[in-house]
C-alpha cells in the first residue's frame, strides 16, 4: 500500500524560506509523476477540487510550475531516500495553505502549471498534509 507523509510546514515570515518534504512508501518513485498541490484557508470545503497545483516532477526529472509560484519554489526528489522535497523561498501571504503531496502512477510527464499530465484527477495517493502559515 502506497502511503505519504508531508513534513516541515510550519510558521514562516513574509520574505523568508521553508522546505516541504514528502517521504513515501510502499513503493518506489521510478515510474510516478509527483505533484505538491496546496489548499487555501477557506477552501475545505471544496475537497480535492479546491487544491491547486504548485509543482511537479516525473519520474525522468522534469519538471513544471505554477506561475504564482515560478522562480521562487523548487521541486525536487531523492530516489534514494524515497522523498519528495518544496523548497520555498521568498513566500508571501498568498501562499498560505495546507499543502499535500500526490502520486500518480500513470502519467509520464508533466504539463504546464505545475501538475502531471492527467492533472489531479489522476492522482491516486495523497498524503495528509502540512499546513504552512506566512507571518509578517
Known amino acids: 500500500q502506497v502511503a505519504l507523509a508531508e513534513s516541515g510546514g510550519g510558521s514562516v515570515q513574509a520574505g523568508g524560506s521553508l522546505t516541504l518534504s514528502c517521504a513515501l512508501s510502499?513503493?518506489?518513485?521510478?515510474?510516478?509523476?509527483m505533484t505538491w498541490f496546496r489548499q487555501a484557508p477557506g477552501k475545505e470545503r471544496e475537497g480535492i477540487l479546491g487544491?491547486?497545483?504548485?509543482?511537479?516532477?516525473?519520474?525522468?526529472?522534469?519538471?513544471s510550475y505554477a506561475d504564482s509560484v515560478l522562480g521562487r519554489f523548487t521541486i525536487s526528489q531523492d530516489k534514494a531516500k524515497n522523498t519528495l522535497y518544496l523548497k520555498m523561498n521568498n513566500v508571501n501571504f498568498d501562499d498560505s495553505a495546507v499543502y499535500y503531496c500526490?502520486?500518480?502512477?500513470?502519467?509520464?510527464?508533466?504539463?504546464?502549471?505545475?501538475?502531471?499530465?492527467?492533472?489531479?484527477?489522476?492522482?491516486?495517493?495523497w498524503g495528509k498534509g502540512t499546513l504552512v502559515t506566512i507571518s509578517s
Open positions: 500526490a502520486a500518480d502512477p500513470v502519467s509520464r510527464s508533466v504539463n504546464r502549471g505545475g501538475i502531471c499530465l492527467r492533472g489531479r484527477n489522476g492522482v491516486d495517493y
Open positions: 487544491r491547486e497545483g504548485v509543482a511537479a516532477i516525473d519520474a525522468d526529472g522534469r519538471t
Open positions: 510502499g513503493t518506489t518513485y521510478r515510474r510516478l509523476c
